[in-house]
């Protein structure tokens, strides 16, 4: 509100009138004092007069700011201000009718829609539901007000709301019905509100579920067999009693030695991919512990192919998750740069705070680089670049795809930069403790 408005909302008549007769009053009495009626009377009246003019022409101006001809006569004024007032009523009309016309087709909309949609609050209070949400949530007009997390008891649920991750997803079981798989949606609606929608994704979840059993129960059923000729192999591998072709034997332990690592790796992303991390596994990890135990571990490795590996960073620096697991990452990547980098390159190990919630653990190797277009598919499952060096290393293809899933579910991100001839840098973004 400008300061012509002020004037206008504090103008009254009343005010207008005491003004005019505490005037007329001291004039009065100043005119009796000075035994001049009639001048001092004529003098207050002039002032008053001079006050109404100038009130006048605020009204004015404020009219010209809303578009309203400047008139000469207080009739046109009046007759200008009716229609205006007419006009922005009818326009009110027009603006509300078209608001309730919009407001009726998100509601048709939205509650055309097979997913459940729950705004709520910044605080996770229920605002408002459509239809699906009742069938799928069971959420009733009562829970309006309520927050969320109380009407959907699930822990998982609660940890994504807890964790306030806008543009993230969560899959869990509906608390009413253990054979409901539903995917909540997080996404920023207006100034300090989420829209949550819940897609009922138990099929496709059970598809999904079917195939990683059916890779776990194939894997499984191999091992078995597979243990029982690699222990006859490597029986025959220490006889000498001449039957039996020594390169024969040798390229059959190797050929099931790489069945066994491949079914292992198999198994191990199944894990990873159907189940959470145990509570009793999550401790504070040292990265700087973790850097130092990764490159002794590839010593022998890296003197082979006269790898320098050095460690940059001294510091004490902790995330949390599972060691056996984030180790498991971290020697991969390693190993990973001391075969596939070259000989005689520099690799570095080093771990940094990226920022105030996130810290970087990084391997960087200053050797063969990888294809530009190669780079976004190094983490699909068995992509291989050159698949004769990865299996004289004993990879499997697998290796990257691991450590994604392994990040991923200490709620952090794999980063992979690379340049031919110029070297690869792989980093795991954690967020910090
Ligand atoms: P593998 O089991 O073959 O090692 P990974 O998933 O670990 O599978 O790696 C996929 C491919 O990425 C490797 O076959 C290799 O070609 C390439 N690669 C990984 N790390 C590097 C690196 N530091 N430098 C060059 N190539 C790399």
């Not at 922005?88 to 919009?102: G, P, R, S, T």
């Not at 998100?106 to 605002?127: G, H, Y």
């Not at 740069?337 to 940094?352: M, V």
């Not at 990257?400 to 795991?428: M, P, Q, W, Y």
Request: hydrophobic content about 40%; charged content about 25%.
């Amino acid at each position: 509100m400008n300061d012509q408005d002020n004037k206008l909302k504090n103008y009254s008549v009343t005010s207008d009138l005491i003004k005019l007769i505490l005037l007329i009053v001291a004039g009065l009495v100043i005119g009796h004092l000075f035994n001049q009626f009639l001048y001092s009377l004529i003098f207050s009246l002039s002032i008053f007069i001079i006050y109404i003019l100038y009130t006048n022409y605020i009204f004015e101006k404020w009219l010209y700011n809303f578009k309203i001809n400047k008139s000469s006569t207080y009739h046109q004024k009046h007759q200008n201000l009716v229609s205006k007032v007419n006009s922005d009523f009818k326009n009110h009309n027009i603006v509300q009718e078209k608001l309730l016309a919009l407001e009726k087709r998100f509601e048709e909309l939205s509650e055309s829609m097979p997913d459940a949609i729950v705004v709520v609050n910044k605080n996770f209070e229920t605002e408002w539901f459509n239809k699906a949400a009742v069938k799928i949530l069971s959420l009733k007009e009562i829970d309006i007000g309520k927050p969320i997390a109380h009407m959907i008891r699930n822990p998982s649920f609660a940890g994504f709301i807890k964790k306030n991750k806008v543009g993230s997803s969560i899959n869990f079981i509906s608390p009413l019905k253990y054979d409901l798989t539903i995917k909540c949606f997080m996404v920023p609606y207006g100034e300090d509100r989420n829209l949550l929608t819940f897609r009922d994704v138990s099929e496709s979840d059970q598809l999904d579920k079917m195939r990683r059993d059916f890779i776990a129960n194939v894997s499984h059923e191999l091992k078995t067999p597979l243990t029982v000729i690699f222990g006859y192999l490597e029986t025959l591998s220490f006889s000498d009693d001449g039957y039996v072709d020594d390169d024969i034997i040798s390229e059959m332990l190797k050929q099931s030695k790489r069945m066994d690592i491949l079914i292992s790796d198999l198994l191990k992303l199944t894990k990873l991919q159907s189940t959470d991390i145990p509570d009793k596994d999550f401790s504070q990890i040292n990265l700087k512990t973790m850097a130092n135990e990764i490159k002794t571990a590839c010593k022998p490795e890296a003197l082979k192919n006269k790898n320098n590996v050095t460690v940059l960073s001294d510091n004490d620096i902790f995330i949390k998750g599972s060691y056996e697991e984030i180790y498991s990452a971290l020697i991969n990547l390693l190993s990973n740069a001391i075969a596939y980098s070259g000989k005689n390159i520099q690799i570095e190990i080093n771990y940094l705070a990226r920022n105030e919630n996130q810290v970087e653990f990084y391997i960087k190797d200053y050797g063969a680089g990888i294809p530009e277009e190669s780079v976004d598919r190094l983490t699909e499952r068995f992509y291989r670049i050159d698949k004769g060096r990865s299996r004289e290393h004993g990879g499997t293809g697998l290796g990257l795809s691991i450590v994604k899933h392994i990040i991923n579910r200490h709620d952090g991100k794999l980063e992979i930069e690379s340049a031919i001839n110029e070297g690869s840098k792989f980093t795991c973004v954690f967020p910090k403790t």
